[in-house]
């Protein structure tokens, strides 16, 4: 199954048209269940909580940065924006970000180790496509077993000093529909004919297409746009891993 594109302009529409016309709940279970890779949002998803938010907490500055959070993730805003303008107010030092990642380490979501443990023993090949930073994603992939190159995340930007210098605006995944593009590299520079998307926010509904197939996350947090959009909305990593024991 594949979703069929016509002259639309929209990610959003294009989404909507994908889900709403094209995959069925029963559809989308079998790409899950038949994918060559699936891609996973971190924040809210493959951890507990929003990385951004815990360190904006950890800097003094969380009630500032939490509501356009929960803007960006529902889509009312455009991604780039809301990562710019949170990081003006937080302005992090690398010596912060290194003591937040030490002091408080991202807590993994029940479930997602035996997850991506049973898709590497299929050779599924798992990815993590976040707006979140690298540093803190690169941690979360090691606790995981997923290798580093299979990362796709920001980069924060630090003078020699250790101040804030702002964050790398060329990564994809720093503007809107930037994890449709990875999605498109990766099946371009692998070959992979089925990609699953998986994860909680407006960012990750988004990415299919290019993705066979979106799966929406509401373990940690339910976002209404996500839930109401997507034909398969799953609480928890063990329905996941339920269905992949049909095979």
């Avoid at 796709?152 to 605006?169: I, P, S, T």
């Avoid at 520079?189 to 926010?201: A, R």
């Avoid at 990415?207 to 979106?214: E, N, Q, V």
């Amino acid at each position: 199954m594949h979703c069929i594109l016509g002259l639309v302009n929209s990610s959003s529409t294009i989404s909507t048209l994908c889900y709403h016309i094209m995959t069925t709940l029963s559809q989308t279970k079998e790409i899950f269940r038949r994918a060559d890779a699936v891609c996973f949002d971190v924040d809210s998803t493959v951890i507990r909580e929003e990385g951004i938010d815990e360190l904006a907490k950890f800097c003094g500055v969380g009630d500032a940065v939490t509501e356009m959070t929960r803007n960006a993730m529902g889509g009312s805003v455009t991604f780039q924006k809301a990562l710019m303008d949170r990081l003006s107010i937080i302005r992090c030092s690398r010596e912060q970000v290194n003591k937040l990642i030490t002091d408080h380490p991202p807590q993994l979501t029940t479930g997602i180790k035996e997850l991506v443990d049973n898709l590497h023993q299929r050779n599924v090949n798992v990815f993590l496509i976040s707006g979140g930073f690298r540093c803190i994603v690169e941690h979360v992939a090691s606790q995981l077993s997923i290798p580093l190159h299979h990362v796709y995340a920001n980069r924060l930007k630090f003078y020699f000093n250790g101040e804030y210098a702002g964050f790398d605006e060329s990564q994809p995944t720093a503007e809107s529909g930037g994890k449709g593009r990875v999605i498109n590299m990766l099946k371009e520079q692998y070959g992979f004919k089925d990609v699953v998307m998986i994860g909680d926010g407006a960012t990750d509904l988004e990415a299919c297409p290019p993705a066979s197939a979106f799966i929406g996350f509401g373990g940690n947090v339910v976002r209404p746009q996500v839930k109401e959009r997507c034909s398969w909305y799953v609480s928890s990593f063990g329905e996941l891993l339920k269905e992949l024991e049909k095979i």
